[in-house]
């Protein structure tokens, strides 16, 4: 295990924890679970910065760890935003063929994402924002955005969002038309 860590581990992290959980048990461990303080109404603000990506990039992590840790030092007051990086087993998402499905960046096995939280009447909404866009342009290192719709910051454009094939966005407007004729379903990011 350390072996395969080994480049995380060179990142000399504050800290390090190891331990085996159940999935019910996961939200609550990163302190985003129901009764997380970033979940309590009125607490704060939170601003999501996702990145979809087929594989970490070490060097992505190193930079994105130090403009982090370099932002907290600037304004403590965003302490409690934090910085994801999951990664799931896409097996039986890969066994369906991609032409099938309307589901943007299915090759994506990597999910990143900046979290800044801001705690409440502080006026740092603008800040916790440049710095987000920031480490999501880290994330990105150089290459084509893709926002998982669930975390979207809401400035990413439909190709982000949907895919950046022009079929898929038209096979998802075909469906929105389909299937909310009345324009009822708006979501985040909605499809014209």
Request: with cysteine.
């Amino acid at each position: 295990m350390k072996r395969i860590f080994a480049p995380l581990y060179a990142l000399e992290p504050i800290v390090n924890k190891i331990e085996t959980i159940s999935w019910l048990e996961a939200s609550e461990s990163i302190n985003w679970g129901f009764t997380a303080f970033s979940n309590k109404k009125g607490f704060a603000h939170i601003l999501r910065f996702p990145v979809g990506t087929k594989t970490f990039s070490y060097r992505a992590m190193k930079n994105t760890y130090d403009r982090f840790a370099a932002a907290l030092e600037a304004q403590p007051a965003l302490a409690f935003s934090f910085v994801i990086w999951e990664a799931y087993s896409t097996q039986a998402v890969k066994a369906v063929p991609d032409e099938a499905t309307a589901v943007a960046d299915r090759a994506d096995d990597m999910l990143s994402a900046a979290m800044m939280i801001c705690p409440p009447g502080l006026g740092l909404e603008g800040e916790a924002e440049k710095v987000g866009k920031e480490l999501r342009a880290t994330l990105v290192d150089g290459g084509e955005l893709h926002a998982y719709i669930n975390y979207a910051h809401g400035d990413e454009s439909l190709k982000e969002v949907y895919g950046h094939q022009a079929w898929r966005l038209e096979k998802l407007r075909k469906l929105k038309k389909q299937y909310d004729p009345e324009q009822r379903f708006g979501f985040y990011s909605p499809i014209d």
